[in-house]
């Protein structure tokens, strides 16, 4: 169970606070037509298990997210010939954007029926944080033995263990326990705090932000194993909560509310970001950007979900051999239509990533006639949606494996629930 709650706890850490779109939604026909596509993939697919490792799991669900939102950005710019007609879908605006930000998630034909909205931010959500004790760094406080301690959140409960050794001081076993908090995927995040006196604490803070009515902590440090550990705790001082778990408070329209996130979305229209307190009295107004600068937006949407699945690729290139075929398989779909795409602004670079060179951009949507010239686009975002339509069904197929046997051809029965592999991430940790 521990690989499973691992994978479920990054995916939840890291895109958890995402709001589903109307693009994330399927009819019965779609999920019916996926399910064909699983089917036909996985007939003539070889056996395999996967290598050791602890990138497996957040690599394909980096993948998966990466090419997913891909393929949503497509959905949400396609479904007309003319390209400037698809393009110039509307795109949320804040008067203060230092402030709040917003995006429109919500339905095309809704647009000119959404009214715009005042948001008064007057607390921030913010997570909990414990700060421990403030000890000399170079000294060890801690007796060469074996420690543990426990971490219990409003779910599960994790038993940490660590060993101080005689070379050790106390700044090695800060930093050696926020390595281990930090790694662990519980949704915790820790680091080591130095003064100019030359003490170091050790600081834990949630990822996550907000606290229900039936909760007393986001995360409660005990004592894991007998009087040694003990000792080490109160030497240490992680168990103390500096900042508790406290909910964003703001005005919306000039009624109050509250959230347990600083991202939330209204009305199943815009997904709200608050970043800083207002000044009172003074709200920000989220209303549409203008046509202009709702199709640069649009078309920097589509370059940043291709940056990000290559960007992916980069990341996990020291441990993942095959990120290599994620980034050609994502990348190549811009090469065909290189020259083009530069000659309207957008620029694939030797990295691979996209640039915007948005003035260029802004000269061409404003000329008499733009649709000749950004048609290019149509070609590109539908590669490029084939391309990720891949990746999103099977995101195993770019991760480290070993071959077992292969089918033999033309006489397999279907295997649907391959991707079993990536749903629940039960992968064998023995090569």
Known sequence: MAVIDNAYTYYL?????????????HKKSELRKVYNQIVKLNKEAPLYKFKNGSTV??????IKEGAQQIRNVVASISGSEDIMEALQKKSAASSQEDIVTARYIGKDDDENQTEDLSIEVQQLAKPQVNIGNFIKSIRRDLAPDAYSFDITNNSSSYEFQFHVSSNDTN?????KLANLISSANIGLRASVLEDEQGLSALRIE??????????KYL???SVGGGATSAVALNILGIDQISQEAQNSLFLLNGAPRSSYSNTFSINNAFEITMHGISPEGEPAIIGFKPDTQSVLENIRNLTSAFNSVIQTSNKYAEHEGQSRKLRYQIGSAADAYREELAAIGLHKEEDGLFSVDAPALT????????SEQLSVLNDFKRTLDARASLAVLNPMEF????IITYKNPGRNFPAPYMTSLYSGM????VC
């Open 13 to 25: 850490t890291t895109y958890g606070n995402r709001t589903g779109t109307r693009y994330d939604a």
């Open 57 to 62: 799991t957040k690599f394909a669900i980096d």
């Open 171 to 175: 700044h090695s076993i800060q930093r």
């Open 206 to 215: 949630s990822l996550q932000t907000g606290l229900s009515e039936d909760e």
């Open 219 to 221: 995360f409660n440090i």
């Open 363 to 370: 000269q061409i949507i404003e000329s008499e006639n733009p």
């Open 399 to 402: 991760v480290n494996k070993i």
């Open 426 to 429: 039960m992968m064998d940790h």
